[in-house]
C-alpha cells in the first residue's frame, strides 16, 4: 500500500522559508517521480512542482520558479520541497503525490496517491 505522509508545514511571515518533507513507502520510491501539489482555502488543487525518478529532471509552475525546489533523496524515501521568498498567496495545503510513471508532469488527474497534506500559511 502506498502511504505518502509530509511533513514541515507552519506559519511563516513573508519573505521566510519553510522547507516541507515527505516520507514514502509501500512503493520502489526511487523508480517512481513524484510531485507536489497543493491546494488554497476556497480552490481547486494545482501542482507545484515535479521530478523525474532520478532527481535529475525538475519543473515548475510559473509562480514558484526561481523560489521553490523540488528534490529527493532516493536512499531514504523522501521528497523535498525548499521554499523561499514565501508570499501570502503561497498559503495553502500541500501535498505530495505519486507518479504513475518514471518521470512527473502537470496533470493533476495522473496523480492517484497524495499523502494526507501539510498546512502552508504566509501571513504577518
Known amino acids: 500500500e502506498v502511504q505518502l505522509v509530509e511533513s514541515g508545514g507552519g506559519l511563516v511571515q513573508p519573505g521566510g522559508s519553510l522547507r516541507l518533507s515527505c516520507a514514502a513507502s509501500?512503493?520502489?520510491?526511487?523508480?517512481?517521480?513524484m510531485a507536489w501539489i497543493r491546494q488554497a482555502p476556497g480552490k481547486g488543487p494545482e501542482w507545484v512542482s515535479g521530478i523525474n525518478c532520478g532527481g535529475a529532471s525538475t519543473n515548475y509552475r510559473d509562480s514558484v520558479k526561481g523560489r521553490f525546489t523540488i528534490t529527493r533523496d532516493n536512499a531514504k524515501n523522501t521528497l523535498y520541497l525548499q521554499m523561499n521568498s514565501l508570499k501570502p498567496e503561497d498559503t495553502a495545503v500541500y501535498y505530495c503525490a505519486k507518479s504513475p510513471t518514471a518521470r512527473s508532469n502537470a496533470i493533476l488527474g495522473n496523480y492517484g496517491s497524495w499523502g494526507q497534506g501539510t498546512q502552508v500559511t504566509v501571513s504577518s
Open positions: 509501500g512503493f520502489t520510491f526511487s523508480c517512481y517521480g
